[in-house]
């Protein structure tokens, strides 16, 4: 997304910035990742006005599925 011209926010990506997200019929698959980084399938870090449906999340054991902070 650009930061120039019509874009009037330029902090487009902050976690208070981001509203209205959906997340549908989709696998996230990060086994095949090396299992010593600290990997995980998904980064939630709001949820404001954001939904998550019929969504998988594959990982090892030294993996993470999903990483909510905030």
Known sequence: MPTTGRCCDQQWCVNTANFYRQLRNVA????ATDPAQKIACLHYQIAQATSLQNVELIAGPAQTGMFAEN
Request: proline share 0%.
């Open 28 to 31: 996230i698959d990060v086994r």
